[in-house]
């Protein structure tokens, strides 16, 4: 069997929640903002701009302020997951972003393809992180935070852009968890 670094690396990438505490270096930033631009996009608009923030105090600040508005926007009825969540967010030690040296946030266009295209860039930014040994985790609670215009300003993102996704990078502590085991693709129907 052929070995495929792609498949690979689509396989063996897990959501890191704990990293040193190691700065990820310029060139990797480089190589993985350089892989988002390869992304697809709609009618080939490219419409993503990444803000990065490796100022610790500045994303201890962010989690500070997200954590009360999302408490509030979780339902109150719920299952024990969303419990644990609330749990975690009234805890004042707790950081959305798990303490991580690096933060980019992607930004793209306000239109009905926007969401799509910097989803793209993202996930080849998550799957390049992985090829260089750096470790990465969506922060989807982070992206209702970044979109309240005023933190949309300090984070210098134009008002005709949305902030579509939040990503932590660093080197994982303890190295890559392995994988769980995945069901296989559902197939609803097949035309022939």
């Known amino acids: ?38 992304a697809p996009s709609a009618i080939n608009v490219q419409p993503w ?18 954590k009360p508005m999302l ?8 299952d024990e997951g969303l419990a644990g969540l609330k749990k975690r967010l009234a805890d004042p030690n707790y950081n959305i972003f798990y303490n991580a040296p690096q933060l980019i946030f992607v930004s793209g266009l306000k239109s009905p393809y926007g969401i799509y295209d910097c989803s793209m860039a993202a996930q080849n930014m998550m799957l390049s992180a992985y090829t260089l040994g750096v470790g990465s985790c969506w922060i989807g609670t982070a992206v209702a935070l970044a979109n309240q215009p005023n933190v949309k300003a300090d984070l210098g993102v134009p008002e ?10 660093g080197y994982p502590k303890g190295g890559f968890p392995k994988a769980p085991e995945k069901r296989p693709a559902q197939v609803l129907k097949r035309i022939t």
């Open 1 to 38: 069997m052929v070995s495929n670094p792609v498949l690979e690396a689509i396989k063996s990438r897990r959501a890191i929640r704990s990293y040193e505490d190691k700065p990820v270096p310029e060139s990797a930033i480089q190589t993985m903002l350089e892989a988002a631009t390869y």
């Open 49 to 66: 701009k990444f803000t990065i923030v490796t100022n610790k105090a500045e994303m201890k600040k962010l989690s500070d302020t997200a």
């Open 71 to 78: 408490v509030r926007m979780l339902p109150d009825v719920g």
């Open 160 to 169: 005709d852009h949305e902030v579509h996704a939040a990503i932590i990078f």
